[in-house]
């Protein structure tokens, strides 16, 4: 199984931004972003494969972006505009492939916490 370490969390006013980074320990097809927030269900954010097809979940709303450097096995996320209802631990996850909803059910990194809050 392929390792996966999350980093970029963090606090952030509402309106910002931050990007998160999820590096993998070899190579694999692909990756994404599922977020928790407090007292709710697991949700995809975004998902990417090495050939840069993309999916987003409602959630992004088109202000998150997901890119991957295949070079470095890295997959990112840069979370623009962000908002109170952003607060959450984001999960990295990767896999071989995308499933019929277009994310990414395989290995799981290990969370990081976004904070948005003035």
């Known amino acids: 199984q392929v390792q996966l370490v999350e980093s970029g969390g963090g606090l952030v006013q509402p309106g910002g931004s931050l990007r998160l980074s999820c590096g993998a320990s070899?190579?694999?097809?692909?990756m994404g972003w599922y977020r928790r927030a407090p007292g709710k269900q697991r949700e995809v954010v975004a998902a990417?494969?090495?050939?840069?097809?993309?999916n987003y979940g409602p959630s992004a709303e088109g202000r998150f972006t997901i890119t991957r450097d295949n070079a470095k096995n890295t997959v990112y996320l840069q979370m623009n505009s962000l908002k109170p209802e952003d607060t959450a631990v984001y999960y990295c996850?990767?896999?071989?492939?995308?499933?019929?909803?277009?994310?990414?059910?395989?290995?799981w990194g290990q969370g990081t916490q976004v904070t948005v809050s003035s």
């Open positions: 996850n990767a896999a071989a492939h995308l499933d019929g909803l277009g994310r990414p059910e395989g290995s």
């Open positions: 070899g190579s694999i097809n692909a």
């Open positions: 990417i494969t090495s050939g840069g097809t993309t």
